[in-house]
């Protein structure tokens, strides 16, 4: 008697632990199964991959999606709705919201936002302050919580720790991986004053490569010192690549798909304030190194660091322009677009946005597609040629930084624990995402 699954996934070429090669994928009750040929299994639903190739669900580890307090920006609806249009099964959402998220109470009240309107998995990270480190061990634990996140540089509220003793306070008080912000915001302050009014191209020059370079060997040191597990945000200089790539022991390296692809001061004569980021969009230099470090192995992971703001907003003249671009919907196509101009394989695409996710963070059962894990699949045209339209994004500012550019790659359907999500650029089953669990906080 055949085997009965609730989907196969067939007839498409997978992309996994083993290699890359042809085989389907079973599922039952939201769980990989059997991958190999099930052409003689019955299933109540199949999905027919020919030409498509299969990966581990994408999942993007930063994202801002701004609720609650500033949801004219985005929502927590929104928000996941572009990455599932984008081909992300999961999200891990950044505490610089209204009321900041910094206590159980706020954890648990986006938690209880996200339930039946998100339509991917996710994760919140609880902010790191002065007031609340010593609580830190705690609140780390707390389901649906990915971690600890500091900024080094300017942020929102109280969130700004921008001290040595305040880092040093919040990483003796956590156990778990922390992610920080890295800019000096001494040297920040110092450089305010180098901004050009209504000339983008001196933003990088306000938030120069030394303030990030300088702040990063400030929390090696202290991460070094206390024996703590660091991972560093959106790294944006050539020098960094080579400072964190001798300290791999205890820091991580997440890198964006802007940083990788827009360059200053191109980005900025063009784009004006859609290219206003922090950390900037530097010159070609840097965005060379950003590619060395990937191809030697620095980069661990992918982040979109997906921040939105509205039009209006960003047509204020600089520097009253506020600093953050979209990004979720369209961190698929920008890295399948380097992978078939060469610049990495399919594997280590894979390998920088679900297995490191999976490495870093110590995900229960994502990022992975092997039998036990969850269901998720992020399924692409590697042959599709779209372009990238402000009109096809589904975040509420309505805009994108790659509008026109050729994506050569695209997601054709999202699987998230067994459920077709999206498919042909249409959310078809909404609201069905759930908390991303942690082998970490599995008895929280």
């Given at each position: 008697?055949?085997?009965?699954?609730?989907?196969?996934?067939?007839?498409?070429?997978?992309?996994?632990?083993?290699?890359?090669?042809?085989?389907?994928?079973?599922?039952?009750?939201?769980?990989?199964?059997?991958?190999?040929?099930?052409?003689?299994?019955?299933?109540?639903?199949?999905?027919?991959?020919?030409?498509?190739?299969?990966?581990?669900?994408?999942?993007?580890?930063?994202?801002?999606?701004?609720?609650?307090?500033?949801?004219?920006?985005?929502?927590?609806?929104?928000?996941?709705?572009?990455?599932?249009?984008?081909?992300?099964?999961?999200?891990?959402?950044?505490?610089?919201?209204?009321?900041?998220?910094?206590?159980?109470?706020?954890?648990?009240?986006?938690?209880?936002?996200?339930?039946?309107?998100?339509?991917?998995?996710?994760?919140?990270?609880?902010?790191?302050?002065?007031?609340?480190?010593?609580?830190?061990?705690?609140?780390?634990?707390?389901?649906?919580?990915?971690?600890?996140?500091?900024?080094?540089?300017?942020?929102?509220?109280?969130?700004?720790?921008?001290?040595?003793?305040?880092?040093?306070?919040?990483?003796?008080?956590?156990?778990?991986?922390?992610?920080?912000?890295?800019?000096?915001?001494?040297?920040?302050?110092?450089?305010?004053?180098?901004?050009?009014?209504?000339?983008?191209?001196?933003?990088?020059?306000?938030?120069?490569?030394?303030?990030?370079?300088?702040?990063?060997?400030?929390?090696?040191?202290?991460?070094?010192?206390?024996?703590?597990?660091?991972?560093?945000?959106?790294?944006?200089?050539?020098?960094?690549?080579?400072?964190?790539?001798?300290?791999?022991?205890?820091?991580?390296?997440?890198?964006?798909?802007?940083?990788?692809?827009?360059?200053g001061p191109e980005a900025y004569e063009r784009l004006k304030g859609f290219a206003q980021?922090?950390?900037?969009?530097?010159?070609?230099?840097?965005?060379?190194?950003?590619?060395?470090?990937?191809?030697?192995?620095?980069?661990?992971?992918?982040?979109?660091?997906?921040?939105?703001?509205?039009?209006?907003?960003?047509?204020?003249?600089?520097?009253?322009?506020?600093?953050?671009?979209?990004?979720?919907?369209?961190?698929?196509?920008?890295?399948?677009?380097?992978?078939?101009?060469?610049?990495?394989?399919?594997?280590?695409?894979?390998?920088?946005?679900?297995?490191?996710?999976?490495?870093?963070?110590?995900?229960?059962?994502?990022?992975?597609?092997?039998?036990?894990?969850?269901?998720?699949?992020?399924?692409?045209?590697?042959?599709?040629?779209?372009?990238?339209?402000?009109?096809?994004?589904?975040?509420?500012?309505?805009?994108?930084?790659?509008?026109?550019?050729?994506?050569?790659?695209?997601?054709?359907?999202?699987?998230?624990?067994?459920?077709?999500?999206?498919?042909?650029?249409?959310?078809?089953?909404?609201?069905?995402?759930?908390?991303?669990?942690?082998?970490?906080?599995?008895?929280?």
């Amino acid at each position: 008697m055949a085997d009965t699954y609730d989907l196969i996934v067939h007839g498409g070429e997978v992309v996994n632990h083993d290699g890359r090669g042809a085989a389907d994928i079973g599922v039952r009750g939201g769980k990989i199964v059997a991958i190999g040929d099930l052409a003689q299994a019955s299933a109540a639903e199949r999905f027919n991959a020919a030409g498509l190739t299969v990966l581990p669900g994408v999942i993007d580890t930063q994202v801002h999606f701004r609720e609650p307090g500033l949801e004219w920006k985005e929502d927590l609806e929104s928000g996941s709705r572009g990455a599932v249009l984008g081909g992300v099964v999961a999200v891990f959402e950044m505490p610089n919201t209204e009321p900041t998220t910094t206590d159980a109470d706020a954890l648990a009240d986006k938690l209880a936002r996200a339930k039946g309107r998100m339509h991917c998995d996710h994760a919140f990270y609880v902010g790191g302050t002065h007031e609340n480190a010593t609580f830190l061990g705690e609140l780390e634990r707390l389901p649906g919580c990915c971690g600890i996140k500091v900024f080094m540089g300017a942020s929102t509220g109280t969130l700004l720790v921008q001290d040595d003793e305040g880092v040093e306070q919040v990483l003796r008080h956590v156990n778990r991986r922390a992610a920080f912000h890295s800019e000096d915001e001494y040297r920040l302050a110092d450089r305010r004053g180098l901004a050009r009014t209504g000339d983008w191209t001196s933003h990088p020059e306000v938030r120069d490569a030394q303030a990030a370079i300088e702040s990063t060997e400030r929390l090696l040191r202290i991460a070094r010192k206390l024996g703590k597990r660091i991972h560093v945000l959106h790294v944006t200089t050539a020098e960094e690549v080579e400072i964190l790539a001798r300290h791999k022991d205890v820091a991580s390296v997440e890198m964006t798909p802007q940083h990788l692809t827009l360059e200053g001061p191109e980005a900025y004569e063009r784009l004006k304030g859609f290219a206003q980021m922090n950390p900037p969009i530097r010159e070609a230099r840097h965005r060379a190194g950003l590619w060395r470090g990937l191809a030697a192995g620095v980069t661990d992971v992918i982040g979109s660091d997906h921040a939105p703001h509205t039009r209006e907003e960003k047509a204020r003249p600089y520097p009253a322009s506020p600093s953050g671009m979209p990004g979720v919907q369209t961190l698929v196509p920008v890295m399948l677009t380097h992978v078939a101009e060469g610049r990495l394989s399919i594997e280590r695409f894979v390998d920088l946005t679900s297995h490191g996710a999976n490495r870093l963070f110590g995900l229960a059962d994502k990022g992975r597609l092997a039998v036990g894990f969850d269901a998720d699949l992020t399924i692409v045209d590697l042959k599709a040629r779209r372009t990238i339209t402000h009109e096809a994004m589904a975040n509420r500012a309505g805009w994108t930084p790659f509008d026109g550019m050729e994506a050569k790659g695209w997601p054709m359907a999202t699987v998230i624990r067994g459920q077709i999500v999206m498919r042909d650029d249409e959310v078809v089953a909404e609201g069905r995402g759930e908390p991303v669990r942690f082998a970490e906080t599995l008895a929280g």
